[in-house]
T-cell receptor, first 109, second 114 residues
Framework: DAKTTQPPSMDCAEGRAANLPCNHS???????VYWYRQIHSQGPQYIIH???NNETNEMASLIITEDRKSSTLILPHATLRDTAVYYC??????????FGKGTKLTVNP | GAVVSQHPSWVICKSGTSVKIECRSL??????MFWYRQFPKQSLMLMAT?????????EQGVEKDKFLINHASLTLSTLTVTSAHPEDSSFYIC??????????FGPGTRLLVL
C-alpha cells in the first residue's frame, strides 16, 4: 500500500504557483520523498526528491516539514503543460516505489 | 534526467499469442529494473523487480509463468506476456535505476489483446 495521502484533484491558474500537498506520517528515517508526474498516456516523469532538507531544481521546489510527516511540491509558475497527475512517493534507496492515486492537477488558462 | 526507452510503443495481438516488450536504459546502467502495469483511470501497479543477472521478484498476485522477465544486461530488460488474453490489455511501463539512485521510467507500451 502507498504510504502517502494526497488530495485527488487541484486546480491552478496559469502563471500562478501550484502547491501540491502530501502527507506521509509513517515515513521512516531513511526513506526519501519522491515526486513524479504522469501526463496522459505517458510514463511517469521524475520531478524532484528529498530526505529532510528543502530542495529546488529547474522544475520545482520541495518543502519538507521538520518532522518529515508532510511535504509540499511547488511549481512556481504553472503552465498548461503542467496539467498531469502528480505522485508523491515515499521510499527509494533499496526500496521499491509504490504509487498511490496521486493528485490530478489541472492548470487553467 | 536519465533516459529509458521502450519498444514497441503499442502492440495489438490475437488472444493466445505471446508478446515481448523491451526496456532499455540509454544513458545509464540499470542494476535494477521494474515493470509496472496501469489499467485505465488507475495508478501504476508494480508487477516485478529484477536485478541484472538474477531472477525477477514478482509481486503478490502476478503470475511469473505468464509474465516472463529477463534482465540479461545492465541496459536491457524484457517482459514477455505469454498466451495473452484480453484481460492482459493494459499500459505496461518499465523503469530502471543504478544502485540506490533515482528511478527513471520509460514511455510505456500499450498492449491490446483481441
Amino acid at each position: 500500500d502507498a504510504k502517502t495521502t494526497q488530495p485527488p484533484s487541484m486546480d491552478c491558474a496559469e502563471g500562478r504557483a501550484a502547491n501540491l500537498p502530501c502527507n506521509h506520517s509513517t515515513i521512516s528515517g531513511n526513506e526519501y520523498v519522491y515526486w513524479y508526474r504522469q501526463i496522459h498516456s505517458q510514463g511517469p516523469q521524475y520531478i524532484i526528491h528529498g530526505l529532510k532538507n528543502n530542495e529546488t531544481n529547474e522544475m520545482a521546489s520541495l518543502i519538507i516539514t521538520e518532522d518529515r510527516k508532510s511535504s509540499t511540491l511547488i511549481l512556481p509558475h504553472a503552465t498548461l503543460r503542467d496539467t498531469a497527475v502528480y505522485y508523491c512517493i515515499v521510499g527509494g534507496g533499496s526500496e521499491k516505489l509504490v504509487f498511490g492515486k496521486g493528485t490530478k492537477l489541472t492548470v487553467n488558462p | 534526467g536519465a533516459v529509458v526507452s521502450q519498444h514497441p510503443s503499442w502492440v495489438i495481438c490475437k488472444s493466445g499469442t505471446s508478446v515481448k516488450i523491451e526496456c532499455r536504459s540509454l544513458d545509464f546502467q540499470a542494476t535494477t529494473m521494474f515493470w509496472y502495469r496501469q489499467f485505465p483511470k488507475q495508478s501504476l501497479m508494480l508487477m516485478a523487480t529484477s536485478n541484472e543477472g538474477s531472477k525477477a521478484t514478482y509481486e503478490q498476485g502476478v503470475e511469473k509463468d505468464k509474465f516472463l522477465i529477463n534482465h540479461a544486461s545492465l541496459t536491457l530488460s524484457t517482459l514477455t506476456v505469454t498466451s495473452a488474453h484480453p484481460e492482459d490489455s493494459s499500459f505496461y511501463i518499465c523503469s530502471g535505476k543504478w544502485g540506490q539512485e533515482t528511478q527513471y521510467f520509460g514511455p510505456g507500451t500499450r498492449l491490446l489483446v483481441l
